[in-house]
Every structure is written in structure tokens, then in C-alpha cells.
């Protein structure tokens, strides 16, 4: 009767035994993908900031182009005004 006790304990335990290991199986196949994922999104983080940084770069140079423009422009401008009311003043000393 023990025997026949022990024998039943020991297949409860191959059981649990068995029913751990395909668990923790388990629980290694998905850390593995999540480790692949992570990896991937390291990779996918790392091609995004560069790309923005390359971004920000035209955005700047840009900008700067813009900001050159625009300045030329006002200074053109201003020049121009200067040289109408510098031109007014003449024509009205002749």
C-alpha cells in the first residue's frame, strides 16, 4: 500500500515536473521573440532619430535660406527708399 502510494505521488510529481517545464518553455519562447522585437525597435528608434536629425538639418538650412532671402529683400528695399527720398530731396533743391 505505500508502495502503491509512493508510485502515485511520484507520477503527480512527473506530472507537475512535466507541466513546469512546458510552462517555463513557454515562458523562454516568448522573452525570445520579445528579445527579437525589442531588437527591432532598437533598430527602428535609431534609423527615426537619425532621420530626424537629418530633418531638422534641412530645416534649419532652409530657414536659413529664407531668413538670407528675406533679408536681401528688406535690405533692397530699404536701399530703394533711400534712394527715392534721397531723389525727392534733389528734385526739390533744383
Known sequence: MQLKRQEE???EL???M???DQRLANAESKITTLEVD???LRRDKEILTDHVADLQ????RT???HTSV???TLGSSKQSLVNEHQSGY???QL
Open 14 to 16: 512527473d506530472l507537475s
Open 70 to 72: 528675406h533679408e536681401r
Open 90 to 92: 534733389m528734385g526739390y
Open 9 to 11: 505521488t511520484n507520477a
Open 63 to 65: 530657414l536659413y535660406v
Open 18 to 20: 512535466s507541466a513546469l
Open 38 to 40: 525589442n531588437q527591432s
Open 57 to 60: 538639418k534641412q530645416v534649419s
